[in-house]
């Protein structure tokens, strides 16, 4: 009967699954798939048979776990370089992802100080994200503040932020959010201290108005560095998940081969016709 010892999922695109019969067992990891247009094959490992050495069993795991692969490689095990040809291919499209999303940021935080927030002769470009977040969603930011004199007297059209920011105010604080109490109230300042925290001050103040092609670039903008950050972090987990199950792989490797098991191992990474890139490790462990 088969004994399945532990399987799981790394992040979107590997797996591993390691099963004990009683005659072998079987491991296999596919490999993250990247598009290239390389020749058909481009990395074939020859099958590695691993014996037990003289060196001390926690440091192949332990150099695998740092640089993924280096532990293999110390054992004489050619897949080692799989794991690193893995390595640098996840750390070189993470920073590639990394520096989209940087220049994709500087293009809508450009637009919004060029653009939107041009008028009114900006001082600072850069703020919290949530501030460059509301600008996609409104025309404007609105006025601060619509008396002229000494009291605060938010705007009141709802289709601005500010406006909609007074809104909540109310709806927070009154009992009917369209009758206003008198001014000196305790609500009435509540709700003022609320849309004071909240609202745009005239130093960030923005319109798009008669803008509306360069908002619907700043939105673009705004998603394209969102997606480029979020595929970074992918990435970033498939290159901790490679040095995990490259540790992994050493650990066992060095525990079989110390109680008289020979490993025989075979990888290889090919091009699949669809363009895409696939790679495989199995091993063979013999009882």
Not at 220 to 225: A, L, P, V
Not at 278 to 283: A, C, E, F, I, R
Request: net charge positive.
């Amino acid at each position: 009967m088969n004994r399945r010892i532990s399987a799981f999922a790394l992040p979107s695109s590997a797996l591993v699954a390691l099963t004990l019969m009683p005659g072998q067992a079987v491991a296999q990891l596919q490999a993250p798939r990247f598009t290239s247009a390389s020749n058909p094959v481009l990395v074939t490992a020859p099958p590695d048979t691993v014996v037990a050495t003289e060196r001390p069993g926690w440091l192949p795991p332990l150099a695998s776990a740092i640089i993924p692969g280096s532990g293999q490689l110390m054992m004489g095990q050619e897949r080692g370089a799989l794991y690193l040809a893995i390595e640098a291919l996840l750390i070189t499209r993470f920073f590639a992802l990394q520096g989209d999303g940087r220049q994709a940021a500087d293009r809508y935080r450009d637009l919004a100080l060029q653009v939107a927030r041009q008028p009114f002769n900006p001082v600072i470009r850069d703020t919290v994200f949530e501030y460059f977040e509301q600008m996609q969603k409104f025309i404007e930011s609105g006025p601060f503040d619509t008396d002229p004199g000494a009291a605060l007297v938010p705007p009141t059209d709802e289709r601005i932020f500010n406006g909609s920011i007074w809104r909540l105010a109310r709806e927070t604080f009154f009992t009917n959010p369209d009758s206003l109490p008198d001014p000196g109230s305790l609500e009435y300042q509540q709700a003022l201290e609320f849309y004071r925290r909240r609202a745009i001050g005239e130093n960030f103040r923005w319109s798009w108005r008669n803008a509306g092609l360069e908002q619907d670039l700043y939105r673009q903008s705004i998603q394209r560095s969102d997606e480029s950050f979020r595929q970074a972090s992918q990435y970033l987990g498939l290159v901790l998940a490679n040095h995990l199950l490259s540790a992994i792989d050493a650990f066992v490797t060095v525990r079989l081969s110390r109680n008289g098991r020979t490993v025989h191992l075979n990888s290889a990474i090919w091009k699949r016709k669809n363009g895409r890139m696939q790679g495989v490790v199995s091993v063979a462990v013999g009882f």
